[in-house]
């Protein structure tokens, strides 16, 4: 009686069922952040920059940047479809002892990424990375790289933020960088960008020891003076900008 109002057989519909989960199965893989590549996250010395240095100051009233150069001395761990992200980050928690506010302007564009007056980077397949699915805490300035395994040893490379002045003159920043894949692969926006999951990103400067405006470095031998924009002289963080490593 059934099959009379439902014309198909019950092996029609397992065979559907089956269906509908191989598919919903191969959307999750490429959307959703992680995947079997997490596992066999490469040493952090094979895709961490081994120098970093982040400035951060005024080019002129009520206009601020950030800019990071780094270097690579191992790009063996990227793959065809790696990718690469650069998160500086600053504080505006309220109980912050610089208080809530944050140096460079936090509002965000349209799409969800922040509002800058100019940006810019010579990664390849550079992407300013959005702030979709952020809180108000920690504020990202964010930028990637679509397809990192064009990254070149020994090659310098720079990323620029330029925005508004924000509310307040002081503030602490931390920094990390991740590894990522392409999803769906041959994609390289930020929409397209997913860490590889444990292992994957990797504190550089903790929270939050960067002192904004200011500038610190690490790959350098320890105790080398580095000489800022403003004539001050950069903190030197460490030896090695890849923890765990010498």
């Known amino acids: 009686m059934f099959n009379e109002v439902w014309p198909w057989s019950s092996r029609s519909r ?15 893989a490429c959307v959703a952040p992680g995947s079997a590549s ?10 961490s920059p081994s120098t970093i240095t982040v400035e951060t100051g005024e080019i002129e009233p009520g206009t601020r940047f950030v800019r990071t150069t780094m270097t690579w001395d191992d790009v063996s761990g990227f793959d ?3 990718t690469f992200e650069l998160d500086f980050l600053l504080d505006n928690y309220d109980a912050s002892p610089l208080g809530p506010g944050t140096y460079l302007d936090r509002s965000r564009a349209f799409d969800q990424t922040p509002a800058v007056k100019h940006w810019e980077s010579n990664l390849p397949a550079a992407y300013l990375d959005t702030r979709f699915g952020d809180g108000k805490d920690e504020i990202a300035y964010s930028v990637g790289s679509g397809n990192a ?10 990323t620029l933020i330029v925005t508004a002045s ?9 920094l990390s960088v991740q590894l990522g894949h392409q999803r769906p692969a041959g994609c390289t926006s930020t929409w397209c960008s997913f860490d590889d999951g444990p292992g994957s990103i990797v504190e550089i400067f ?5 002192p904004v405006p200011g500038a610190v470095t690490c790959g350098n031998a320890p105790g080398t003076p580095v ?6 002289t950069h903190m030197i963080w460490e030896a090695s900008c890849q923890p765990g490593t010498t």
């Open 14 to 28: 397992n065979a559907l069922a089956r269906a509908s989960t191989l598919v919903l199965l191969l959307v999750l």
């Open 206 to 210: 903790p929270a939050w020891v960067i």
């Open 227 to 232: 000489a800022g924009n403003d004539g001050d």
């Open 38 to 47: 997490a596992s066999t996250t490469p040493p952090t010395s094979t895709w």
């Open 80 to 82: 065809s479809n790696s």
């Open 166 to 174: 924000g509310d307040t003159d002081r503030d602490s920043a931390r």
């Open 149 to 158: 395994r064009e990254i070149e040893v020994g090659r310098e490379y720079v």
